[in-house]
């Protein structure tokens, strides 16, 4: 296959194909052809990953930078990553399906937060403590843990690289990427720009491979002291009986099925645009996607009537073109078992108002149309179960009492969306609402300051924010004897 694009993987500061030349390949979601191929590492190249990062950590010289130094590093690597946005955003939407002009926007956002680490890495400090002895002084330092498993799903994984690599390379830890099996080109072609940055060899390695060897043997590594992870919970729970072997400390983020709560007052204009983005943004491929609607009954069929309108009016097509509105799905894992999903729905009383199909016109890629089909009651399997695409189910709700039970009812916790001109009832029902990230009369709003992470099924642990930052270290006590006088005799208790 001459036309394709060919990718290495980054260990120890050089670029290079996996140990036994086994490699696969990557498919474009909007035409189902091979584009790519990228290696598929042996356990060896994990070990050999693994390695560089300890050398770096241990020997230096990134141990033996400064702060202001690493900062610098990070700062220069958000400037190249602005400056590549076109380009990388390009790679993204062909591997994954995204829209360019979404993935393109990103990846020049996205440059913010390797900025405000950039700013963060000499800001972090111990503490003198007000100790309870005479003659002593006890204070704490910070410290990196070591090297960091950073496990990085396809979606947004521009985005998901920055939440984890920036705060773990601030506090001075080092890092090895493993990229996903579906789709891993754009972070192979970032990872071009950590050496033009002035990373020393080690302190970021770039693996590609499935979680048999690659994922196992990267989380179980004597010598990695943290794994954070974000992808599902059949791969989390194998994490955590993976890291049972070195005692990692471990952050997982594990997507969601947020729910997305519209009461009568609310604008219903500014609601239904905000739940039109929040499920077929990213054609639903989004951790935080409001997948389930509550609508207060006074408006619910109005609501519905305008939002099943704007839904039929989607433009799905090439998502390199400026002018599409929702690309396809990024497999066709995904796109069959949403076919299967919203089949036992209908089958189960849920009432298709929208879609439900492959569309017509689009006769190659993994394409399906936005869909919204009415649940009858909570129970259906259907809205507790995450699709990972563009599919919302909608239920009826009398009184806020009754939406914070329908929304609190589900084994996830990431993200919740609240619809209100009362201000006093938003925040009542934020508080009350089990989930990591609550947006009022806004959605799939991020910065770098704020941390987010999940409840419940969601995982543990935050990212983001100085949160993230403080976990990427841990606490030294250190004590010291001002006396001039001779410690006392140890059996005399005084």
Known sequence: ???????????????????????TLSLNPATGEAWAEVPEATEADVDRAVRAADRAVREGPWSRMLPSERGRCLSKLGDLLAGKSEELGRIETIDTGKLLKETRWQARYIAEFFHFYAGAADKISGETLPIDKHDMLAFTLREPLGVVAAVVPWNSQLFLTAVKLGPALAAGNT????????APAAMLAFGRLIEEAGFPPGVVNIVTGGGEPCGRVLTSHPLVARVSFTGGPNAARQVIRNTAENFAQVSLELGGKSPFM????????????????????????????????????????????????QARKIIIGDPLDEATQMGPLATTGQLERIEREVAHAQAEGGRLLTGGKRPPQLNRGWFYEPTIIEAPRQALRIVDTELFGPVLTVLRFKTEEDVIGLANDTKHGLAAGIFTKDGAKALRVAKATRAGIVWINTYRVVSPIAEFGGYKGSGF??????????????????????STAPVGNPFVMR
């Open 461 to 482: 642990g935050r990212e983001s924010g100085f949160q993230a930052l403080w976990d990427y270290t841990r606490p030294k006590t250190i004590w010291i004897n001002t």
């Open 262 to 309: 519209v009461f009568e007052d609310a604008d219903q204009e500014s609601a239904v645009n905000g739940s039109i983005a929040g499920i077929f943004g990213a054609s639903g491929q989004s951790c935080v996607a409001g997948s389930r609607l509550y609508l207060q009954e006074k408006i619910a069929d109005k609501f519905l009537e305008q939002m099943v309108g």
């Open 1 to 23: 296959m001459p036309d394709l694009t060919r990718y290495d993987m980054l260990i120890d500061g050089a670029w290079v194909a996996a140990s036994d030349g086994r490699t």
């Open 175 to 182: 890092v090895v990427l493993k990229a996903s099996e579906n």
